[in-house]
């Protein structure tokens, strides 16, 4: 195994000669770019979020040794001079990646045979697969299968294929050029006046301790605002008074009345205490804990528990019994009892007040 060689502070991994034949056949290429495409009655829209998906797949198919390959043509001669995909593979992707809104694929063609004809033929298209899924059953979800050259692409405005090759003179080169902009660009920012590893490392540290401190205060301001929003939410949720459907409020409303009106014909009730039952029962501020149970947590609902408290109540005596003394002493029961029943309905209706403020 050849060993790294150093040179100008970059490593190489062949020594002067073999360095320029490495990689003269991998070549970068625009395949696609955000937009959408029309291919017969097929619209097929492209954007940032969908190329990264399909890097992605490339990626992790590449990791479990699935090619995409690139194929000379799409096939679409005549059956008897239709060559099949192994003939048509010219080389295959190893790389991808995306620069703002286009696609970027590098290709290892085969050999120079194959990147004459993609000088010649510079234009590409991708087929995409919805669903794909290798031999041992591992999904990648949509993903690129293969890139096709062609001399009439979907996606227009394509630029050429790219080389990926530097001689070490050249990358040298372009590396200088690039750290001279690179320390420009530093001292700039930074506004140093002299730009080296001393003061480099000091104005770094200072960026650094500022940054903190604002993430800092950042840090302190999301728990204060964190805290204020969760009382108010749960404020909120305090002063929330419980609703239910109309429907359901129907419903249980007219069994509850119904209720109310055996008690009236089993003498436990008078017309009258029904109606402010009802009235108390039908109040808009309670009346979801009055009449559902898994709104106000009882195994019944409240107002199912007070009709049956009632069912227990002594008789209304309306009837004359031996004289004028029976027929006055029925009236005193009825109306007691009747003082009794509106005392207990404003005790109720205070109760329910306290348990839903």
Same mark, same amino acid.
């Given at each position: 195994?050849?060993?790294?060689?150093?040179?100008?502070?970059?490593?190489?991994?062949?020594?002067?000669?073999?360095?320029?034949?490495?990689?003269?056949?991998?070549?970068?290429?625009?395949?696609?770019?955000?937009?959408?495409?029309?291919?017969?009655?097929?619209?097929?829209?492209?954007?940032?979020?969908?190329?990264?998906?399909?890097?992605?797949?490339?990626?992790?198919?590449?990791?479990?040794?699935?090619?995409?390959?690139?194929?000379?043509?799409?096939?679409?001669?005549?059956?008897?001079?239709?060559?099949?995909?192994?003939?048509?593979?010219?080389?295959?992707?190893?790389?991808?990646?995306?620069?703002?809104?286009?696609?970027?694929?590098?290709?290892?063609?085969?050999?120079?045979?194959?990147?004459?004809?993609?000088?010649?033929?510079?234009?590409?298209?991708?087929?995409?697969?919805?669903?794909?899924?290798?031999?041992?059953?591992?999904?990648?979800?949509?993903?690129?299968?293969?890139?096709?050259?062609?001399?009439?692409?979907?996606?227009?405005?394509?630029?050429?294929?790219?080389?990926?090759?530097?001689?070490?003179?050249?990358?040298?080169?372009?590396?200088?050029?690039?750290?001279?902009?690179?320390?420009?660009?530093?001292?700039?920012?930074?506004?140093?006046?002299?730009?080296?590893?001393?003061?480099?490392?000091?104005?770094?540290?200072?960026?650094?301790?500022?940054?903190?401190?604002?993430?800092?205060?950042?840090?302190?301001?999301?728990?204060?605002?964190?805290?204020?929003?969760?009382?108010?939410?749960?404020?909120?949720?305090?002063?929330?008074?419980?609703?239910?459907? !109309?429907?359901?409020?129907?419903? %249980?409303? &007219?069994?509850?009345? *119904?209720?109310?009106?055996?008690? @009236?014909? #089993? $003498? +436990?009730?008078? !017309?009258?205490?029904?109606?402010? %039952?009802? &009235?108390?029962?039908? *109040?808009?501020?309670?009346?979801? @804990?009055? #009449? $559902? +149970?898994?709104?106000?947590?009882?195994?019944?609902?409240?107002?199912?528990?007070?009709?049956?408290?009632?069912?227990?109540?002594?008789?209304?005596?309306?009837?004359?019994?031996?004289?004028?003394?029976?027929?006055?002493?029925?009236?005193?029961?009825?109306?007691?009892?009747?003082?009794?029943?509106?005392?207990?309905?404003?005790?109720?209706?205070?109760?329910?007040?306290?348990?839903?403020?």
């Amino acid at each position: 195994m050849t060993k790294p060689i150093k040179t100008n502070g970059m490593l190489f991994s062949a020594p002067v000669g073999e360095m320029e034949r490495v990689g003269t056949t991998k070549y970068i290429k625009d395949v696609i770019k955000n937009g959408t495409y029309v291919q017969g009655d097929v619209r097929v829209p492209v954007d940032s979020e969908r190329q990264d998906k399909w890097i992605d797949a490339f990626f992790s198919m590449t990791a479990n040794g699935v090619k995409v390959p690139l194929f000379s043509d799409h096939g679409e001669d005549s059956q008897s001079e239709r060559k099949n995909p192994s003939q048509r593979t010219i080389g295959y992707a190893t790389d991808a990646f995306r620069k703002g809104d286009t696609l970027y694929v590098v290709h290892d063609f085969a050999d120079q045979d194959c990147v004459t004809m993609a000088k010649r033929v510079d234009q590409v298209s991708v087929k995409i697969e919805k669903d794909v899924t290798d031999g041992e059953g591992r999904n990648y979800g949509e993903a690129i299968t293969h890139i096709t050259l062609t001399p009439k692409p979907v996606v227009p405005n394509q630029e050429s294929f790219i080389p990926l090759t530097f001689s070490r003179e050249e990358q040298t080169q372009e590396t200088e050029k690039m750290d001279e902009k690179t320390l420009k660009a530093l001292q700039d920012g930074f506004g140093l006046t002299e730009l080296t590893e001393e003061t480099f490392v000091d104005a770094l540290v200072g960026e650094f301790s500022k940054t903190a401190a604002r993430v800092k205060e950042m840090e302190k301001a999301r728990t204060t605002l964190q805290a204020s929003l969760d009382s108010a939410n749960a404020e909120a949720d305090k002063n929330k008074r419980p609703t239910l459907q !109309p429907e359901l409020i129907d419903a %249980l409303s &007219e069994g509850v009345e *119904a209720k109310l009106d055996t008690l @009236v014909e #089993l $003498s +436990r009730i008078t !017309p009258a205490t029904k109606g402010k %039952l009802l &009235e108390l029962f039908g *109040a808009e501020n309670v009346q979801a @804990v009055m #009449l $559902s +149970r898994s709104v106000s947590k009882t195994d019944k609902s409240i107002a199912v528990q007070v009709c049956e408290i009632l069912k227990d109540n002594d008789v209304v005596k309306t009837g004359s019994k031996t004289g004028s003394q029976a027929v006055e002493l029925s009236r005193e029961d009825a109306e007691q009892k009747a003082t009794d029943q509106a005392e207990m309905i404003k005790q109720m209706a205070a109760m329910v007040d306290g348990v839903t403020a």
